[in-house]
């Protein structure tokens, strides 16, 4: 196989070719190395790369699933796999190793994939862009010094440019969806608590974080939710699953949905004239194949938000901080924190814990304000981000001088879309189904209540369809590298 041909398949094509026998996972991570080498060192997603699972790859290890063999990046956060290590895009924590495997390292494997390495994200995914002081800043492979999104930013940079199929994300406030929007992509977070946060955590970021992959296809989306989604010993909750799988999903004929759709400013920053037109366009196709689409305003204040969550996320971030810098012997400071952090490192030590139960009533109240939305409608459509990928800078963390409460505020003006779906704990998808005047893409965002999962991904496959998205190649890509 050609490097070229490998970066045009997604997840379930290399898996379906291992199968046949036509490639061996072997190859497949050789390929994968050959582009890494090829295009990272421009685009810098990835962060370190696992030679023992390419040269060195033992194939009778691989998991069953039907995803064996297709190489695989894990987000440097989360440790997810004992031994490996782990440091959070932070010199506080370089060298740090896991000490245990999760449920979601474990359910991967089972998955069959082949995790080759570890992609970039900002120190602790605090930043909506990629951009840290330990291994620099990942750019969208369409412009180079242009944001990847973040926190999954290496990942969705990777799969974008063509050096996996598949990466890992996470996302506690738009951190798949921002990246995939970014990089041209497809992002899902899924439904509060689908996926399991085990064997330490109920459920990661106090509820509002899940773990899941960035991809380039719907169909590898349901088919690794089928793979994930899977309840673990122990887990707090049994989350609601449809009668069939996620992959059957896509091909499910639906009574027409009632969906609304907003471009309006959901904080004081303008949206993209081309995102809103973008976003309107996709509204006015779901209505003419039979939907009834209507224009209707989100209840949601992301400053208000914003803020009320910089005493939520935070809370307690001192005391993991401290345990990192213990663990390795280094010194919080200017020189093992990036500046904002070490002001969001300061506000943790000197929060009031009724700061954290205010938010959290805060919390509560915004999610039974969206919940009531959402029993008057099945899905929303906005925009994934209100402008294209910005410069790196601007929203990353190393300037001096900002309130952390003020940080959160600005750099979450561009992303004001994201959050209201981790406050609801439904799903939410962003698809590259336009592109800017820029020469940048535009993400759009599905949204639907708690375990709608398969109505989100029926709709998206029937977008991808209609509006489809595989023929574009961004500038940095391994197939143009070759040319």
């Known amino acids: 196989m050609r490097l070229d041909e490998y970066a045009e ?64 990046l894990i987000k440097d956060v989360g440790g997810h796999e004992k031994g490996r290590k782990i440091e959070y895009g932070s010199r506080l924590c370089e060298g740090m190793v896991a000490e245990f495997d999760t ?33 620099g800043n990942t750019s969208t492979p369409w412009r180079l010094g242009h944001s990847a999104g973040g926190s999954s930013g290496g990942a969705a940079a990777a799969v974008a440019a063509g050096l996996v199929p598949l990466a890992h994300g996470s996302d506690i406030a738009g951190s798949i969806r921002i990246p995939a929007c970014w990089c041209g992509g497809v992002g ?19 509820g509002l974080a899940m773990s899941f992959v960035q991809s380039k296809t719907v169909r590898d ?36 949905l009632k969906i609304a759709w907003t471009a309006e400013p959901l904080a004081k920053h303008p ?35 914003s803020r009320a969550m910089a005493h939520f996320w ?32 300061n506000l943790s030590r000197r929060m009031d814990p009724y700061q954290f139960l205010t938010s959290l009533d805060w919390l509560n109240q915004a999610r039974r304000t969206l919940g009531a939305f959402f029993a008057d409608y099945d899905v929303l459509v906005s925009p994934s981000c209100a402008i294209p990928a910005p410069p790196h800078g601007p929203y990353g963390l190393s300037e001096p001088g900002w309130d952390p409460v003020d940080y959160i505020v600005h750099g979450d003006k561009p992303v004001q879309y994201s ?21 940048l893409p535009i993400g759009i965002q599905l949204a639907a209540g708690p375990s709608q999962d398969h109505i989100l991904l029926g709709l998206a496959a029937g977008l991808e369809e209609a509006l489809p998205w595989a023929q574009r190649r961004p500038p940095v890509h391994v197939a143009a590298n070759l040319l």
Do not use: W
């Not at 474990?106 to 995914?125: D, F, Q, V």
């Open 9 to 72: 398949y997604d997840g379930l094509g290399l898996a379906g070719l291992v199968a046949k026998g036509d490639v061996t996972p072997r190859e497949l991570a050789h390929l994968a190395a050959e582009a890494i080498a090829t295009v990272d060192p421009d685009l810098k997603a990835v962060v370190e790369v696992y030679g023992d699972r390419i040269a060195d790859l033992d194939e009778q290890h691989l998991g069953d699933g039907p995803f064996r063999g297709v190489p695989f």
């Open 271 to 305: 949206v993209d004239p081309e995102i809103a037109a973008a976003t309107e366009t996709v509204a006015q196709h779901l209505r003419e194949i039979g939907h009834i689409v209507e224009d209707a305003k989100l209840p949601f204040d992301h400053e208000e938000a």
């Open 103 to 135: 449920n979601f390292g474990k359910l991967l494997r089972a998955a069959g994939l082949n995790i080759i390495g570890r992609s970039n994200t900002p120190e602790y995914s605090i930043a909506g862009s990629a951009e840290n002081a330990l291994y």
């Open 314 to 345: 935070f809370f307690g971030f001192h005391q993991r901080l401290d345990g990192y810098a213990a663990k390795t012997g280094r010194t919080i400071g200017p020189d093992t924190l990036e500046p904002v952090v070490l002001e969001i490192y």
């Open 419 to 439: 959050f209201p779906f981790n406050v609801t704990g439904g799903p939410a998808i962003s698809l590259p189904l336009a592109m800017h005047s820029t020469g």
């Open 221 to 256: 989306t349901a088919a690794m939710l089928d793979c994930l989604a899977v309840p673990q010993p122990g887990d707090p909750f049994i989350v609601q699953r449809p009668e069939t799988s996620y992959a059957q999903a896509l091909t499910s004929r639906r009574n027409p």
């Open 188 to 206: 899902l977070k899924p439904s509060r608590g689908l996926i399991s946060a085990g064997p330490v955590l109920d459920e990661s970021g106090f």
